[in-house]
């Protein structure tokens, strides 16, 4: 029957079929963010209503991005698994601090972090289904390695900001059950850890973005070179 069938199938096409799956699924996911952001502007209810609209979305899409450190890990995708790891690991984090605390979801900063990100995945998500499916256009090529120039400066400011407005409540209500205390002289134990997420964002932002500016040309180079 079917389920014989599919069983016989190659392992490399029902990778396809499930990658094709997943990221179609991330790019609907994204674009109903994005859709929720805009919408809560777009009548005026001001940037504190975004987090209700988009936690629920957002908490699930995000941590089904954690599939994507395995992906890298079988070797279904080719992708460095240190890099994914990190950048996933990341925005997971981030996306329990809002959970968490407040006041790093109530402010424009938040909204500003839900465009960024959600914008640079539908693209990439989109990409990456299209380039599966055999579909290759090259606006949709153009916007994959272009858009990261704006959307990845702002999204990292975003994650960073988050981070650091975090720290009044963190100090006030803790975490985890853990309640602040103090480290040295002015410095508290949880106002140390986040200053400690946002120095490791210093060394990887050039590095990420140089990756990705190496990249844009790699994939856009022969193109403008024919123009």
Not at 160 to 165: D, K, P, R, V
């Amino acid at each position: 029957g079917t389920s014989l069938a599919f069983r016989f199938l190659p392992m490399t096409r029902i990778s396809e079929v499930y990658l094709i799956f997943y990221n179609l699924l991330q790019t609907i996911g994204w674009t109903c963010i994005l859709y929720y952001v805009v919408l809560n502007y777009v009548e005026d209810q001001g940037p504190g209503r975004v987090w209700p609209k988009v936690s629920s979305l957002l908490i699930f899409f995000q941590n089904l991005a954690v599939l994507e450190v395995l992906h890298a890990l079988v070797g279904i995708v080719r992708a460095p698994v240190v890099t994914t790891f990190i950048q996933v690991l990341s925005r997971v984090a981030v996306t329990y601090v809002c959970m968490q605390v407040p006041p790093c979801r109530e402010g424009y900063i938040f909204s500003l972090l839900m465009v960024s990100w959600s914008v640079i995945e539908i693209v990439r998500y989109s990409f990456y289904a299209s380039n599966l499916m055999g579909v290759n256009i090259y606006i949709h090529k153009w916007l994959r390695y272009t858009l990261f120039i704006v959307l990845y400066p702002s999204g990292v400011f975003s994650e960073i900001a988050t981070l650091y407005f975090a720290i009044p409540y963190l100090q006030q209500h803790g975490l985890f059950g853990i309640a602040d205390f103090p480290v040295y002289a002015t410095i508290t134990m949880w106002a140390l850890a986040v200053y400690t997420l946002i120095f490791l964002y210093l060394p990887g932002f050039p590095v990420m973005f140089g990756h990705m500016v190496t990249q844009r040309k790699k994939q856009l180079g022969a193109k403008q070179k024919q123009k």
